[in-house]
């Protein structure tokens, strides 16, 4: 099946600070990939869909100005949590498509622990 | 509303038993539907996609149903076995929605040895 990858896996950042994170698709070209955040014991919440060379879409309550996305090629869309604070402190996971009948397949997630 | 629900929440259950997994959605016009698996901190592995026009998947030992008009999934697990201890979802993508996913949230399966 289709690989996506993330990177890093896990972060640890004082508050204030930047984070970057980076969803890869490995071997397929992703016209749309998707950034969600789980809550412990929760389900996976929509944050924004991306679309490459075109301005993500957020969804209701989600900040652009904090959470900043980047889809700059077919294979590459970057999250970057903007002056991090200890409630952004969550596991944040990536998902792409590859064309819609395939489904959507998922990163193996990024955890965020803001001090 | 479109919304997915799973249940049970949780299901525990000893080794070697046939398990039914349970997913309803509010609107039939569905675009696919998609079983999911998430081991305790890790992300996503797509289990079975079903499309609008399909009625089940297999893989091994894992069957999919879909049935639109009573807006409902089940997911079959045959022989469970302790490594199948995990949280299970559903996510449904609906005919409006473009190609995102509303997931269900998740039956939270333990297989005892």
């Known amino acids: 099946g289709a690989v996506v990858s993330q990177h890093p896996s896990w972060v640890i950042c004082k508050s204030g600070t930047s984070v970057k994170i980076e969803c890869r698709s490995l071997?397929?070209?992703?016209?749309?990939m998707f950034w969600y955040r789980q809550f412990p014991k929760q389900s996976l919440m929509l944050m924004a869909t991306?679309?490459?060379?075109?301005?993500?879409?957020?969804e209701q309550g989600v900040e652009k100005d904090k959470f900043l996305i980047n889809h700059a090629s077919l294979t590459l869309s970057t999250l970057t949590v903007t002056s991090a604070h200890p409630e952004d402190s969550s596991f944040y996971i990536c998902?792409?498509?590859?064309?819609?009948?395939?489904?959507?397949?998922f990163g193996p997630g990024t955890r965020l622990t803001v001090l | 509303k479109q919304e997915v629900t799973q249940i049970p929440a949780a299901l525990s259950v000893p080794e070697g038993e046939n398990l039914v997994l349970n997913c309803s959605f509010t609107?039939?016009?569905?675009?696919?539907l998609q079983w999911f698996r998430q081991d305790p901190g890790k992300g996503l592995t797509s289990l079975l996609l079903?499309?609008?026009?399909?009625r089940e998947q297999t893989s091994g030992r894992l069957n999919a149903s879909l049935d639109k008009s009573s807006g409902r999934s089940t997911l079959y697990i045959a022989a469970s076995q302790p490594g199948d201890s995990a949280t299970y979802l559903c996510?449904?993508?609906?005919?409006?929605?473009?190609?995102?996913?509303?997931f269900g949230g998740g039956t939270r399966l333990m297989v005892k040895p």
């Open positions: 996510a449904v993508v609906w005919v409006n929605a473009g190609n995102m996913l509303t």
């Open positions: 998902s792409a498509i590859e064309g819609v009948t395939l489904g959507q397949f």
């Open positions: 609107d039939s016009a569905i675009y696919n």
């Open positions: 079903i499309q609008s026009s399909q």
């Open positions: 071997d397929f070209q992703a016209t749309t």
């Open positions: 991306s679309n490459e060379g075109s301005k993500a879409t957020y």
